[in-house]
Nanobody, 128 residues
Framework: VQLQASGGGLVQAGRSLTLSCAASGPTFSNYVMGWFRQAPGKEREFVAAISRSGHATRYADSLKGRFTISRDNAKSTVHLQMNTLEPEDTAVYYC??????????????????????WGQGTQVTVSS
């Protein structure tokens, strides 16, 4: 599956931003989808994941409550709604797909290494 992330930009702290990721190729609903981010000088970290059906989601503990992941299987897209952004959220955000074994409704993916397909990333910069 090929992934194209978009929606990044420069935003003031406290504001919101929504990232989108469009997928093309094999059946989108076969994949658990996730968002990751990498800040300068830091390792890539998990942000959120959503099951194949969209019924279940998983978030990094530090982001729970501010970020919301969603997907539209009919449009082969996954979104990340980011609210109350902080300068610490500045990073390149990547969408990724996981086709490892797991249920359709509630499996939200494995480790980062299970996400085998990655988009090119979109830059989010939050100014204070």
């Amino acid at each position: 599956v090929q992934l194209q992330a978009s929606g990044g930009g420069l935003v003031q702290a406290g504001r919101s931003l929504t990232l989108s990721c469009a997928a093309s190729g094999p059946t989108f609903s076969n994949y658990v989808m996730g968002w990751f981010r990498q800040a300068p000088g830091k390792e890539r970290e998990f942000v959120a994941a959503i099951s194949r059906s969209g019924h279940a989601t998983r978030y990094a503990d530090s982001l729970k409550g501010r970020f919301t992941i969603s997907r539209d299987n009919a449009k082969s897209t996954v979104h990340l709604q980011m609210n109350t952004l902080e300068p610490e959220d500045t990073a390149v955000y990547y969408c990724a797909a996981d086709r490892s074994s797991g249920g359709y409704y509630y499996y939200t993916g494995g480790s980062t290494s299970d996400f085998g397909s990655w988009g090119q990333g979109t830059q989010v910069t939050v100014s204070s």
